[in-house]
């Protein structure tokens, strides 16, 4: 697993934090089954293990709260599907990614508000001899008792193959 120490490399995670924590909208914490979407472009450069690789696609998260009345327990539905195409900096190879990602989180409500973490793994394809890698995510989700969602990355790495 390699870290990202590279300067290119950190701003790509800040323009990934904008995307996301420009992300606010609200739910309403009490009809059950309400779903809050979020489209975004993505542009962003990468380090996959060889090169840097400029990334461009669409983005789509969207979260579900149940509340189980008997407990105070919400159930998260969450969802996010990512794909799009890149190309490598110094050799103008091919990559293309995609991500289509499910899970159920159970929750309790605390001081008005809930979070998780969340670990989302996308595989970046190389076209030809361009290499295959992994992108490593580990995000902090947060629904605050306004219902505003916020989603910051907390780690970021890389694993090659």
């Known amino acids: 697993m390699k870290n990202f120490p590279h ?9 990934v934090f904008f995307v996301f924590s420009n992300m606010s909208g609200s739910i309403d914490l009490n009809p059950p089954g309400e779903v809050l979407e979020y489209n975004a472009d993505l542009d962003l450069y990468l380090d996959n293990c060889v090169e840097q690789v400029h990334l461009t696609g669409k983005l789509t998260s969207k ?42 989180i159970h929750s309790t409500l605390i001081n008005g508000h809930f979070n998780f973490i969340s670990k989302s793994k996308v595989k970046l394809i190389g076209r030809g001899s361009a290499p295959n890698s992994e992108m490593i995510f580990t995000l902090h989700i947060t629904i605050n008792a306004n219902g505003e969602l916020v989603v910051v990355i907390i780690d970021a790495s890389s694993e090659c193959s």
């Open 7 to 15: 300067v290119p490399i950190m701003m790509a995670f800040m323009a």
């Open 63 to 104: 979260f579900r709260l149940d509340k189980n009345p008997e407990d105070n327990q919400y159930k998260t539905n969450f969802h996010l599907t990512a794909h799009g195409v890149g190309e490598g900096l110094v050799s103008g190879k091919k990559y293309s990614y995609s991500e289509n990602r499910a899970e159920i």
